[in-house]
């Protein structure tokens, strides 16, 4: 991270990271020079979930070479969800040979706990859990939820408290949304957050199929967002492809996580330059329909 982007990604929150990140920003966010891009664009993040693990360098410098607008760090405990997979020593060497800010998705139950590893660590933006402040804390000793209204956010003064952490740190805060938890649980939190992390696939693994009802909590999560004029970038995360990612920025998506549709194709850069492309054509169609209104 360089100074002018640790200071821009902490005083001006997700409009300073966008501008900073040298991309023209999500809907309505002002670049580094305080000038509103003219239409949505939708940025990039390839998710190093899906890279050559024993390549990841290579992969990184490769994928780079298409100028996406973060690297996406997916960040499992074994605990939350029932995978393994990176911690501090390897975002610490991610951040040494990356020249892109670093999207950390965190899917751990002690993020209080742990957070500061990966602000150490080198992260611009951290998402965490939702469901952490709540009853369901991971796959041990609860089970994954079957039921949308099974829990309710026991903890929220835990999620305000990591908010400020990040930001007193200078890093960007983002929410996640799992599938089966409504998203209006996290509306209290919309005004302090950078952003939010919609979960489109059951957090764990790569490779899945994109759960449609993800869709509507982008609609819900953009109409807030323009009826509070509040500033938050709206992710969403897992089975993103070229025909879902139409899909998603349709519904008011403005960060594309996508790892197997990049990085288990033959040629990454071109498979990305096509989600960006179908992206862009949504986010023209969209721009197009609300000059007609
Ligand atoms: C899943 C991870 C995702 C994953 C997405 O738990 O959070 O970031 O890499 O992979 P694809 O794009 O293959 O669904
Ligand atoms: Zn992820």
Redesign the pocket.
Known sequence: MTDDMTTSAGAAGAAGAAGAAGVAGAAGVAGAAGVAPSKPAVQIAP?L??ADFTNLARDILMIEQGHPEWL?V?VMDGHFVPNLTIGPPVVRAIKQVSSTPLDV?L?ISNVAEQLDWYIDAGADLITFHIECASDYQGIEPAQPLTSATAFEITRPELIFSIIERLHQARCLAGLVINPLTPVELALPFLGSLDLVLVMS?H??????SFIESALDKLSLLAEIKRAQNLDYIIEV????NTQTARLAVAHGVELL?????IFAQPDPLAAMAEIRAAAEAAAAELTANDDSH
């Not at 957090?203 to 899945?208: K, L």
């Not at 995360?237 to 993103?240: A, L, N, T």
């Open positions: 998710s979930l899906s996406h997916d998705h899917m696939v957090p764990g693994f790569g490779g899945q995360d897992g089975g993103i996580v996508a790892g197997n549709a």
